[in-house]
């Protein structure tokens, strides 16, 4: 018992004035041992309890003294165990006047050992006289015992309420640092308001998709367009208006920075979208966050009044920056002995370093064969001798394969050199099969222009040059500077030729038209360019495209070309998930697979199939191919061999990724193409770009945008479809649209980016023909050295199908962590946004809360009313819950049966509390009536809440068992209520 309350004496009063009027037997029926004294100490009452735990009889306590009652119970103070002082005990205490409490007295006798509280009033008169007093004793051996044993957990019990004591101090803390920020945050926000430049915070997920957190009011002045419109797509806004160089230089800069954590600090020039140019400069900071995302936090300035040279110094900044980025394929440093110093320029294609690791100080005999590292250490030493450039080639095996190479040293101070290499394998190739890349010749040849000259305004002749051309105007050796062209031009040809140059210089714009002209008894049909070179000078460009406008060549190249998209098309196409499941599997007629003759695969797992080691080994390194791809989200090519009743067949195996758990599997019949591998070595490019799509649309196109031949699909919605002959125009000049320019634009930027890498440029448009929207796939393949195999492929079902299979891949997802009869997040659902949500308070040491509760008497609601009202019922519960929490972060579940959960972040005890009893009112605000309830006459519920600060070592279940324990509480107060769980 604790100390004596004013309450605790006047219940003693009650008994002693219920002994006076001979009542004395009410006390015998009390679990506590009471004791009446007279004002001399005798005894002259005590209750069963008390002769029990003292241990006197019926004839044996009259008169007893407090001293002898001391020798006979042989009471001793804990923890001496010396006999206790008389003048120390309650009782004594209380003839003298004074109410005293204590707990260390110790009964000992043969047959037990018990430990005593005892607690003793004075009984006064209204005069002030003691007349006597009562003492109360209790038996407290169970709660010494666990005095004990909490002694021995002293330590531990200290440490845990000294977190609990800093926890409490750092939520002190973190509630006036909040307060602070919030001031800060409203400065803030009116000095950014102030400011004449745009602030920002942009977000960058790992999907790379741009957020804006945070724009000011001053971003729609920079960018000329609403402020809530740049927050809803600041990627179109920033990046729209920049050229593609500004935007490539950017987005390596900010790589960069992030990297060093180094400040961004760059500036470009941006057209509004009315068609205004100026430079636009920025400042911003990078911060890496957990999530994986980047937001870049800085400041926006334009500079309307920037000089133009200025522009065009940047402009031919970006030029060259463009060139040298296309002209080397490795670039590095190194000194004098051919010690590496660092990479300048990678190209994982041909570097035979190690990608990835730091290779300063690094020899080149480290990395290099032993002929090769010598011949380049020669290079070097002559270099540096000679202040000049000097080149050479070799031959370095890359994967098994030998590359030739061309490598120059370039002298760049007096102890380093670059070394530039640049793979010279295919210029090697076409060397040693000249007499096979015959016909691809003439066509580079065929692509030079064959006469060139100046004119004047007026029409005369400024300068010829005389080439070895059927086509020459002019005699060998005859000079016409100073002449009119009508002096050796046939007359119209010549009238067409002044007004179009004519036209060349009042519009600024290249001019190109064809002519027809009668050479030596030969029609000749020739391509003039007309380019202004100033206000009064043109320059000519005349080609000889005769054999171009030959309607049989032209016949026999699209079928050429038609043959080998059909060799494209796969006889074997298989969607497989990530652990092997045939999701669809589609044969032709001519397919000879190792599945034949089985005819229900889709379902069934692919390693059902292994049925010896030839199976098993195909089955591992197929699946482990389509992992990779998986896991890589880049296409994977590769050859195999299977065996047939005629032999071993060999075959290509395409595997793309379809989303992150299926792949599609393009698995063609190659053994024509292995044949005649030797013979198809001259057009391999051609062939492998056909063999890697099937477009609806194909044209061969130069690099100057003229198309050489076209050949479009029957149900393909062709922006060029009104055209009546493509073959011959140059694509600039179809583009008779904003629309068609800017995906002439995009094609002849893909087109130059294969031809400078050598590699396929493949991208996605929008194409709008009429009343037909087509989503396309386009593929850019170098053929030759000017002249790029583009193809269009309409992938609007295959979009359709990745879109529906997204939505319902969600909305299976949604529904397995739902409750279909609440509504409400299910269990599921509940352990892991509560796992989730305690490891991140524990990392921020923020409160995290929970608040269970249920309905009550439910099981009589359900007995009373039936099932299907228990249903609605619940249901109606579960959204007045939803409507008292609405926070984003929190989250309402259904525990089970007519039990709920509430998980509540960042929220202390006493927000939860809050909470808990708005839920409470709002329940009972539903008004379901509940006649069966012993608490009112429509449905209510107990709650119990709980919170805590998670320590390293806690698990959430301690959080839950806390709320339990508190619900439990609330149903012993008589339900209707809500109960907080406070440790003791």
């Known amino acids: 018992m604790g100390t004596l309350s004013k309450s605790t004496l006047g219940t003693m009063q009650v008994f002693v004035d219920a002994l006076a009027s001979g009542e004395g037997n009410l006390f015998d029926v009390l679990p506590i041992g009471i004791v009446m004294h007279n004002a001399a100490g005798a005894i002259h009452y005590l209750n069963d309890a008390a002769k029990t735990l003292l241990e006197l009889g019926n004839d044996r306590h009259q008169h007893i003294t407090i001293a002898n009652l001391v020798s006979h119970c042989g009471f001793q103070q804990l923890p001496t165990q010396q006999p206790y002082a008389t003048e120390a005990l309650p009782i004594f205490q209380a003839l003298q006047g004074n109410a005293t409490t204590v707990a260390d007295i110790l009964v000992m006798s043969p047959n037990r050992s018990v430990v005593l509280q005892s607690q003793a009033y004075p009984l006064q008169r209204d005069d002030g006289d003691i007349v006597g007093a009562i003492a109360v004793y209790q038996d407290i051996t169970a709660q010494a015992q666990c005095a004990v044993m909490a002694a021995d957990a002293a330590s531990p019990r200290r440490e845990q309420i000294q977190h609990q004591t800093m926890a409490l101090e750092q939520e002190i803390l973190i509630r006036q640092w909040r307060e602070k920020e919030l001031q800060d945050h409203l400065k803030w926000q009116r000095f950014a308001e102030a400011v004449p430049a745009a602030m920002y915070s942009l977000r960058v997920g790992a999907d790379r998709v741009m957020t804006g957190e945070y724009l000011n009011p001053q971003v729609a002045a920079v960018f000329a367009a609403p402020q809530c419109e740049v927050c809803q797509n600041p990627a179109h806004y920033l990046f729209g208006q920049m050229t593609t160089s500004d935007r490539r230089t950017l987005r390596r800069r900010a790589v960069r920075s992030l990297r060093t954590q180094s400040v961004l600090v760059y500036e470009w020039r941006s057209t509004t979208p009315d068609g205004q140019v100026h430079w636009l400069t920025t400042r911003a900071q990078a911060e890496q966050r957990p999530d994986g995302s980047v937001c870049w936090h800085g400041v926006l300035w334009a500079d309307r009044d920037r000089d133009p040279a200025t522009q065009d110094w940047s402009e031919q900044v970006a030029q060259v920056t463009a060139v040298l980025q296309a002209i080397p394929d490795l670039i590095v440093r190194a000194d004098r002995h051919g010690y590496y110093l660092n990479h300048v320029r990678a190209n994982p294609t041909i570097d035979v370093l190690p990608h990835g690791s730091d290779i300063r100080g690094h020899h080149i005999t480290d990395y290099l064969p032993p002929p090769a590292a010598q011949q380049q250490l020669s290079l070097i030493r002559q270099a540096l001798a000679t202040g000049k ?80 051309a059927k086509l020459d105007y002019l005699p060998e050796g005859d000079d016409p500077t100073g002449r009119h062209i009508t002096e050796n031009v046939p007359a119209a040809i010549a009238q067409q030729q002044l007004h179009y140059i004519e036209q060349a210089i009042v519009t600024g714009q290249m001019q190109v038209f064809e002519q027809t002209l009668q050479v030596n008894d030969r029609t000749q049909h020739e391509e003039v360019r007309i380019v202004p070179q100033g206000a009064d000078e043109v320059l000519f460009i005349v080609r000889d495209i005769t054999d171009r406008k030959t309607a049989a060549l032209a016949l026999k190249r699209s079928e050429q070309e038609k043959r080998a998209i059909l060799s494209a098309i796969p006889d074997l196409m298989v969607r497989l998930h990530r ?56 296409m994977a090519v590769y050859e195999q061999k299977i065996p047939t009743t005629s032999g071993w067949q060999h075959e290509a195996v395409r595997i793309t990724p379809i989303n992150e758990d299926e792949a599609l599997l393009i698995i063609q019949n190659i053994d024509e193409r292995k044949q005649a591998e030797i013979a198809l070595r001259k057009s391999e490019a051609q062939k492998q770009a056909i063999l890697k799509s099937m477009p609806d649309l194909m044209f061969h196109m130069r690099q100057d945008g003229v198309i050489l031949d076209y050949m479009t699909g029957h149900n393909f919605a062709d922006l060029l479809e009104n055209v009546d002959n493509q073959v011959g125009q140059n694509l600039w000049d179809l583009a008779t649209s904003d629309t068609l320019l800017a995906h002439v634009q995009r094609k002849m930027e893909a087109a130059q980016q294969a031809l400078a ?46 879109a529906e299979l997204r939505t319902a891949n969600e909305r299976l997802a949604k529904l397995s962590f739902t409750d279909s009869l609440t509504t409400l997040a299910n269990r599921r659902r509940l352990d892991e946004h509560l796992e989730r949500e305690w490891q991140r308070s524990q990392r921020q040491q923020e409160p995290l809360s929970l608040i269970l509760f249920d309905l009550d008497y439910f099981k009589r609601f359900n007995d009373t009313y039936g099932h299907q009202m228990g249903d609605q019922c619940l249901y109606e519960v579960a959204q007045a819950a939803l409507t008292v929490v609405q926070r984003s972060s929190d989250l309402v579940a259904r525990y089970g049966g007519e039990e709920f959960a509430v998980v509540l972040s960042n929220t202390p005890l006493k927000g939860a509390f809050a909470i808990a009893r708005r839920i409470c009112e709002a329940i009972r605000a539903l008004q379901i009536s509940h006649r069966a309830s012993e608490v009112e006459q429509v449905v209510t519920a107990s709650l119990g809440v709980s919170a805590i600060i998670p320590a390293a070592g806690q698990k959430p279940n301690v959080l839950i068992r806390q709320a339990d324990q508190a619900l439990y509480a609330a149903k012993q107060a008589g339900r209707n209520n809500c109960q907080c769980f406070i440790s003791r």
Request: with cysteine; hydrophobic share 35%.
């Open 389 to 468: 450039i000097q080149a050479a080639e070799q031959v370095i095996p890359i994967n098994g394969k030998p590359q030739y190479e061309e490598v120059r040293a370039v002298p760049c101070g007096a102890d380093e050199v670059l070394l530039i290499v640049r793979d010279i394998s295919d210029r090697k190739a076409a060397e040693q099969a000249h007499q096979q890349l015959t016909t691809q010749h003439h066509r580079i040849i065929a692509a030079l222009p064959d006469l060139m000259f100046r004119v004047s305004r007026g029409g005369y002749w400024l300068g010829y040059v005389h080439l070895n």
């Open 579 to 634: 652990d092997g499941t045939f999701l669809d599997y589609f044969r032709t007629e001519n397919t000879g697979d190792l599945l034949t003759g089985v005819d229900d695969i889709v379902g069934r797992n692919i390693f059902e199939f292994a049925h010896n080691d030839f199976y098993r080994k195909h089955i591992d390194t197929q699946i482990q191919a389509v992992r990779q791809v998986l896991d890589s989200g880049q």
């Open 757 to 802: 890498t050598g590699q396929m440029q493949i991208y996605e448009q929008i194409t709008q023909v009429g009343d037909i929207q087509q989503q396309e796939e386009v593929r850019v393949v170098p053929v030759t050295e000017n002249e790029v195999l583009v193809m269009i492929r309409d992938i609007s079902d295959r979009k359709r199908i990745e």
